[in-house]
């Protein structure tokens, strides 16, 4: 049986740092590590307004935004209000937006009701009857009101 690669984690390197500062890490990872704080095993990051987010893994991060796009309270909405309803429901990820904003290019409902239609351009058609007269269409288009014909003075 073989083993399948794990994928890398964005919290592994920062929660390996709290739990024991003396691990060699980048100067760039130790910079960040001040913005998180680690409480029951959790991940959480602290915001400039005192807020604590959950920080999500990419499993946990594509079930919470299935639930915020879809989910029983999900109006399909995309790229920055979805990232908005994210944070206040308290979850936070890097390019969460990005992330957002690419679960919504994926969604069937979003890409068939959606203001933009993508339908592939092909050349116009003209339709061919089998004999003259064999279709008609009629054109409502309501009142006409023709010009009036400037009379010449003669």
């Given at each position: 049986m073989a083993k399948e690669p794990e994928i890398e984690d964005w919290r592994t390197s920062i929660i390996q740092y709290l739990k024991d500062p003396s691990f060699l890490?980048?100067?760039?990872?130790?910079?960040?590590?001040?913005?998180f704080v680690m409480w029951d095993k959790t991940l959480l990051r602290n915001t400039s307004d005192g807020l604590l987010l959950k920080c999500l893994g990419l499993e946990e991060s594509m079930r919470v935004m299935a639930e915020v796009h879809e989910g029983i309270?999900?109006?399909?909405?995309?790229?920055?209000?979805?990232?908005?309803?994210?944070?206040?429901?308290?979850?936070?990820?890097p390019d969460m937006e990005k992330d957002c904003k690419?679960?919504?290019?994926?969604?069937?409902?979003?890409?068939?009701?959606?203001?933009?239609?993508?339908?592939?351009?092909?050349?116009?058609?003209?339709?061919?009857k089998p004999w003259p007269f064999r279709g008609w269409a009629i054109d409502f288009?309501?009142?006409?009101y023709p010009v009036p014909a400037k009379s010449t003075p003669s």
């Open positions: 890490t980048s100067k760039k990872i130790r910079q960040q590590t001040t913005k309270c999900g109006a399909h909405q995309v790229g920055i209000n979805m990232r908005w309803l994210l944070r206040r429901y308290g979850y936070f990820q690419a679960y919504a290019r994926g969604c069937e409902e979003c890409q068939g009701h959606g203001p933009l239609q993508y339908t592939p351009s092909v050349p116009l058609n003209t339709v061919v288009i309501g009142q006409i």
